[in-house]
């Protein structure tokens, strides 16, 4: 079922707009990596490594320049060696569907732990995923913030300010990516704090949901389209989107533009990573792949994650960058509404709270 946007509420005849986020793949001099029977690779093969990193959709600034510093990190430690990474990103569920479906991923880089889920059930991924790696395989964080017109003509401060009639919200759609489905708990999980109710008492934060879904004017496929409309095509009055994302437009897409406005009280979102060891024991690529992601705890890849506006995991670096990254009251959606499981059957199952709480009388 397809969310019921406030335009089409206008005009009758409007379906839901949205500007696919199509996924990216970053151009890499790839070799044919054809493992020998007994599961080793040549010497040719070990030397030119090509790995896939599927990931979701904001990340891929991240990701383009953290996959040059390891590249080179990685062959100043292996001379003559050679390491090339692709990169494939889009809604985080879209891609981890797509991986299911048979897209030959070497690593999955997510930000919601429902698609890493997919990937478990479906034997790609190692049940215990989240002890290979430190921190239960989340390397950073991030928030929610809400991204707004230059000076906030609209004088959007918190959540509540997206009920009124008189704004314009945009954000992906939640049926297709996981930033939307942080987008609509970070509101729902502000509502429940703000008229102090609960996942089992929650009158007053559906009518709140309600009032702030009824003034969406495009469900995108992806966070990347939703900035696209936002700050390309001038749709709306405020943006729900990720930390980062938020930054790098006020920065590069829409400089000089718009303004960031944190949240009083917002949700932590965790970006879980993961070897896909179906397809790297097959070809030889599973100690490539590891040290790819553990990488992402070395002390310069941390840096670059504050640097681009993502929460490292290493606190001291964090700290390094509070006057960036300031400090902000979260919640765990995990300890609001149960486990991912549970926040998918209960929201975003067709018929499911969204799409109840979407739908226009």
């Not at 990937?119 to 989240?130: H, N, R, S």
């Not at 437009?249 to 965790?270: C, E, M, R, T, W």
């Not at 300890?335 to 109840?356: C, H, K, L, P």
Request: proline share 4%; aromatic share 8%.
């Amino acid at each position: 079922m397809q969310p019921i946007t406030k335009k089409m509420t206008e005009t009758r005849r409007l379906s839901i707009s949205g500007v696919l986020a199509m996924s990216v793949l970053a151009i890499g001099c790839s070799s044919n990596d054809a493992s020998q029977q007994d599961g080793s690779t040549t010497a040719h093969e070990q030397q030119n490594i090509s790995l896939l990193n599927v990931s979701y959709d904001v990340s891929r600034d991240f990701y383009k320049d953290y996959n040059a510093l390891f590249s080179q990190d990685y062959q100043q430690k292996n001379p003559g060696s050679k390491v090339d990474i692709k990169q494939s990103h889009g809604g985080s569920s879209k891609q981890a569907m797509s991986v299911a479906n048979g897209l030959q991923a070497d690593v999955v880089t997510f930000n919601q732990e429902s698609d890493m889920n997919l990937l478990v059930e479906k034997g790609l991924v190692a049940t215990d995923w989240q002890q290979a790696l430190p921190n239960n395989a989340v390397p950073y964080t991030s928030t929610m913030v809400l991204l707004v017109r230059d000076g906030n003509p609209k004088n959007i401060k918190d959540w509540t300010d997206l009920a009124r009639s008189d704004v314009d919200v945009v954000i992906p759609n939640p049926k297709t990516s996981g930033t939307a489905r942080y987008a609509f708990l970070g509101a729902y999980g502000y509502g429940l704090h703000h008229f102090k109710e609960n996942p089992q008492n929650h009158t007053k934060t559906d009518d709140f949901i309600k009032k702030v879904l009824a003034n969406v004017v495009t469900y995108d496929n992806g966070a990347r389209a939703a900035t696209t409309s936002f700050t390309q095509r001038s749709l709306g009055d405020v943006l729900i989107t990720t930390e980062n994302e938020a930054h790098l437009a006020a920065k590069q897409f829409a400089k000089g533009q718009v303004d960031i406005v944190y949240p009083s009280y917002s949700i932590l979102i965790n970006n879980p990573v993961a070897v896909v060891a179906t397809t790297t024991d097959k070809d030889g690529k599973t100690a490539a792949a590891n040290t790819y992601l553990q990488g992402l705890w070395d002390e310069p890849a941390q840096t670059l994650m504050a640097n681009m506006y993502l929460r490292p995991s290493d606190k001291k670096i964090l700290a390094a960058h509070k006057d960036t990254l300031p400090a902000i009251n979260t919640f765990d959606p995990v300890t609001v509404f149960d486990s991912w499981e549970q926040i998918m059957a209960t929201f975003f199952v067709d018929g499911g709270r969204f799409d109840q709480l979407a739908r226009v009388e």
